[in-house]
């Protein structure tokens, strides 16, 4: 990026805003997926005009834009792979007004996740996405990623409660879509069809967020199992059975062991799997409903279920649940994170698959995720430094993704695609499904400079690539 080039975007963005230095550009070099790729400049634009003015400018001299909220992404949805600029989002955070009367939050793209959901519920109102990452990650992030987290199972993904976007476009117009009417015909929906998009087709400024009551009461659970497999078949029982938890979360014994290691919780370190049950609602429906799958756990084979008496222990359930992430990394240096998904009433059957891949490459996967959604999240644990055994681990991701497909489901529920992700793109979408999706990208980009590299795969290649 040549001088003249700088001089430019100093004439947008006051040069102390502007970050040139090898150490500043290795800072925005990664994000908490795998891989490591070195900016030529990262910019921390203040607002939608100077946005506006940059993508013109990248127009102008075909320069790469990668924007990027708190690099959480595990899928590598901000890395940029082709060098050009960064857009640290992060700075973008000045609005989140709650309005209780239109039940409605109105947030800037930088604004963290957690502090929408404190807002919220200080207004008596409930914002339902909640992943793990929350308390750290950007709003912008999430709504491009398409987040979710434990309480998709019953209240859908963040694209449920998207329902207006202010964005600066990839040829630098803004443009609003949606608004905060909760119903909204007018046209073609680009609001859902930016949500989910992982920054390829526009940068959020603005977003209109949907509010609901907050439930009245909760009631929450432990089921252990002495086979992983039966506590799939738990899980499905209960889905089954006319209940919809607001919460239905998996770990495997690998992942009980570390937290116990790692933070202790009380949890039984002899169990297959522990399965987190969780409902929501008037107070008197939800007793009978954790009786119920307190129940049904037992007919699935569970040795021991436990029901929090208070909200101390339902906090400490939950925090267990939380900590398995940075719990598993101290297993290893290099954490693979998956999130293949299959239709819940597979879930047994991608359990038995996932022990068969566990097996045959001889590796350190472990599993948790949002079971009661089908959500699974396999972690392969190693050293990529080990290039034999991260040979293994390339088949056993590519064989991960081709069960989840093979049992009718998807390569991701709630990380996206980025780069990790999108050699099996069309294994999932055929070739066909997958024309269109690149001829939507080349008529709203056609210079191809917003986060180039993403979700399409390169010609040729035909798995992920970890060495």
Known sequence: MGPEIIREIEKIIPSERV?????????YSFDASFGQYLPDIVIQPHNKEEISQLVKLANKYLIPIYPRGAATSLSGGPLPVKGGMVLDMSRLNRKLVIDRENLLAIVSPGVITADIHKKAEEAGLFYPPDPSSSQVAT???????????????KYGTTKEYVIGLEVVTPLGDIIRTGGKTVKNVTGYDLTRLIVGSEGTLGIVTEA????????????????????????????????????????????????????????????????????????????????????????????????EVKVAQNEAERESI????????????????????????????????????????????????????????????????????????????????????????????????????????????????GEAGLLMMQKIKEAWDPNQILNPGKIFPTPGQTKVALT
């Open 208 to 303: 209109i967020l949907r509010l609901i009551p907050k439930p009245q009461a909760r009631k929450t659970m432990l089921a252990y199992f002495n086979d992983f497999v039966d506590s799939g078949h738990a899980i499905t029982k209960i889905l089954a059975s006319g209940i919809l938890p607001s919460a239905m979360e998996l770990m495997d014994n690998a992942c009980i062991r570390a937290v116990e290691a790692y933070r202790p919780s009380r949890l039984s370190v002899e169990a297959a799997a522990v399965i987190i049950i969780e409902v929501d609602g008037h107070p008197a429906a939800i007793e009978e409903e954790i009786l119920k799958c307190k129940e049904l756990c037992g007919t699935a084979g569970a040795i």
């Open 318 to 429: 939950w925090n267990a649940r939380k900590m398995v992430s940075p719990a598993i990394t101290r297993m290893g240096p290099t954490k693979i994170s998956e999130d293949a998904t299959v239709p819940r009433s597979q879930i047994p059957a991608m359990m038995q698959r996932l022990n068969h891949i566990r097996e045959k490459y001889q590796l350190n996967l472990v599993v948790f995720g949002h079971a009661g959604d089908g959500n699974l999240h396999p972690n392969i644990i190693t050293d990529k430094r080990n290039i034999p055994e991260m040979k293994r681990v390339e088949d056993a991701v590519s064989e991960i993704f081709e069960s989840a497909v093979e049992l009718g489901g998807t390569l991701s529920g709630e990380h996206g695609i980025g780069i990790l992700k999108s050699p099996y793109m069309e294994m999932e979408l």
């Open 139 to 153: 709003i912008g992030g999430n709504l491009l990623e398409n987040s979710s987290g434990p309480r998709g199972l």
């Open 19 to 27: 970050l040139l230095d090898i150490a500043d550009r290795y800072s």
